[in-house]
């Protein structure tokens, strides 16, 4: 494919999902739209003259909407799938691994989940609140499942995705490891010596100040880098009170890296 051609593409994808009204996948527009974006932006990763596509300044305008675009639809995504893996569930023939390994894209979270988990000390990992967490907490039932003495709780401000994700938890089993708590990030008070890890999707100003005020010493932010930024917007990182220490590296089958951050001296 020659650079025009990628370019043309990324707008139609742009174009076809601004027109959508429904971004759940109940809509075969937005699931073909986006399976096969997600799988083009790892294959370019490996061409040299695609891999740098977002910084084309004919690409600059689509950095903005289209992850605004793709945010919507895995909000949506992760409310349909929790559904579907409760409903699963119930019936005698769906056991819970298989209903959660059903979920396209279980595969891409344990990856990020390992990569993540190189980056933590075990103490920092039994010890952990995630904001932002949704419909479908898989990293926190991850870190549960991994851990058997992890005490992980779940930080939503949407009701729904709250109700969604603790059902989820309770049928799995894991109440007594994770919690949900329906709150702003701006509002939760994190524990003494709690891992704090903010999804990609987390919004909203002065997270990391009340982070520092409350005495989280460690950050895991989910960041996007390259053209996975027109997946995701790229954090908004800290700039005061707190040092990076690691991040993950990009890789072409790992849409987020993250960056392990520690209060500074
Ligand atoms: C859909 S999840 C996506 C998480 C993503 N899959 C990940 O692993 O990073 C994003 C969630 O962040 C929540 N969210 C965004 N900003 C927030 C904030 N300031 N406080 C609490 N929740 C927030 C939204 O309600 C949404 O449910």
């Known amino acids: 494919m ?14 076809r999902m601004a027109e959508q ?18 799988r083009t932006l790892c294959d370019w990763q490996t061409f040299d003259d695609l891999a740098t596509i977002d910084l084309d ?22 409310k349909w799938w929790c559904r579907k893996i409760l409903s699963d569930m119930q019936t005698e023939t769906c056991p819970a691994n298989r209903a959660l390994a059903a979920f396209w894209y279980m595969d891409n979270y344990r990856e990020l989940y390992t990569a ?17 967490s949704g419909a479908l907490p898989l990293t926190a039932i991850l870190m549960a499942e991994a851990d058997p003495t992890a005490s992980i709780r779940c930080v939503d401000m949407d009701a729904i995705a709250c109700d969604l994700s603790r059902q989820l938890i309770e049928a799995l089993d894991l109440s007594d490891r994770i919690e949900v708590i329906c709150a702003s990030a701006q509002s939760y008070i994190p524990r003494a010596d709690e891992t704090v890890i903010c999804a990609s999707l987390l919004s909203g100003a002065g997270i990391y100040d ?26 908004v990182l800290p700039t005061n009170g707190y040092v990076e220490r690691a991040k993950t590296q990009p ?15």
Do not use: W
């Open 210 to 235: 009340h982070l520092l005020d409350h005495g989280v010493r460690t950050l895991l932010v989910r960041d996007a880098e390259g053209l996975f930024r027109l997946l995701y917007k790229p954090a």
């Open 251 to 265: 890789c072409h089958t790992r849409i987020n890296t993250s960056r392990l951050f520690e209060r500074a001296a």
């Open 57 to 78: 300044p004919e690409v600059a305008p689509l950095l903005t909407d289209l992850p605004r675009l793709c945010a919507c639809a895995e909000c949506e995504m992760e």
């Open 21 to 38: 009204v429904d971004f759940s996948p109940e809509n075969p527009v937005i699931n073909t739209t986006l399976g096969t974006l997600v």
């Open 2 to 15: 020659s650079r025009q051609q990628a370019i043309d593409y990324l707008k139609s994808v742009h174009t």
């Open 116 to 132: 993540e988990r190189a980056l933590m000390t075990d103490a920092q990992h039994n010890k952990a609140a995630f904001l932002g």
